[in-house]
């Protein structure tokens, strides 16, 4: 209940911000999922609330949110910092069986609906060429998260730390209404599953990599149409998961105080073992679900 009280809280008070903040134009986020190279003026803030919605019904009808509030800073004419808190809401329907050979009836993926508040991450962006005075826009970005998550139902306790460097590019054509962007990003996570017996802690490492790419046309005042895809893929010191690529249309709505980007994703090839809350049901390959569609919101306003 505190959890669900903590998530309203956030979604009100980016529509509060939305509606009732008058500073200027926000540093507009034309892509969901692909940063741009563009940081805030130095001294200028910006609030934004990020929600994901997985689905998949490949093992058995689920579906996932996570949501986060984050508050962005700049502090050089060319450097930003982030500050955040997230969480996630997992709803899946039924159990699961099969997939664990020699296992009987047990199900692998219980069934489960469990909300939390589960992140705490910070970023840093500095903007080293710029795509309005150069031939090319090139950033740097850097996001560290840590994740925490009690399991009641197997009575573990898991903690995850992640470390996301990435490099950014942007290149804009005709006269700016065009504006293209390509991410190169790894994220390297370690994370430990504790239980009640004595010498039952799991530790594990793990790399994804995470390459994007997207355009955004103004097609009129205020208004961009694009497309964005992505390539996913996991590895672990045990295995790693297939690769995955994602496509879907995005639209932007970007006004003087504050701006919206939605996109839709579908899983193009691949399979994508992948669900990002940290749990004992997602921990490894063998029990991860399949994302089938990823829909991503972002709305951000200036303070």
Not at 75 to 102: C, K, M, Q, R, W
Not at 236 to 256: A, C, E, M, R, V
Request: aromatic share 14%; charged share 20%; glycine share 8%.
């Amino acid at each position: 209940m505190a959890t669900t009280n903590i998530r309203r809280k956030l979604v009100a008070s980016g529509i509060a911000a939305a509606m009732f903040s008058s500073s200027v134009l926000a540093a507009e986020s034309f892509l969901t999922l692909t940063f741009g190279v563009d940081t805030l003026p130095k001294g200028q803030s910006e609030i934004a609330f990020d929600l994901t919605r997985f689905h998949g019904e490949r093992l058995s009808p689920y579906h996932a949110i996570t949501f986060s509030g984050q508050y962005e800073r700049g502090v050089g004419d060319d450097t930003s910092i982030t500050i955040g808190l997230g969480g996630f809401s997992v709803d899946h329907d039924e159990n699961a069986f099969g997939a664990n050979p020699g296992a009987g009836e047990t199900p692998i993926i219980p069934a489960l609906s469990e909300e939390r508040l589960s992140r705490f991450s910070l970023g840093a962006q500095r903007r080293i060429l710029s795509p309005y005075t150069d031939y090319f826009g090139f950033a740097v970005r850097a996001d560290f998260t840590f994740d925490w998550f009690e399991d009641e139902f197997t009575n573990t306790k898991t903690k995850q730390y992640s470390l996301r460097p990435s490099l950014l590019f942007q290149k804009n054509f005709l006269d700016d209404t065009l504006n293209v962007g390509a991410n190169l990003s790894a994220n390297f996570r370690y994370g430990c599953q504790k239980g009640t017996v004595p010498l039952s802690e799991i530790c594990q490492d793990e790399i994804e990599f995470r390459p994007s790419i997207g355009a955004a046309y103004r097609f009129a005042p205020k208004w961009n149409i694009g497309l964005e895809g992505f390539y996913r893929k996991r590895f672990t010191d045990q295995s790693d998961s297939p690769g995955s690529f994602y496509i879907g249309p995005n639209l932007h709505y970007g006004d003087k105080r504050w701006y919206a980007t939605a996109s839709l994703f579908w899983q193009a090839a691949g399979s994508a073992a992948y669900v990002e809350p940290t749990s004992i049901q997602y921990l490894s390959n063998a029990t991860r679900l399949e994302n089938e569609t990823e829909f991503r919101l972002r709305v951000g306003v200036n303070l």
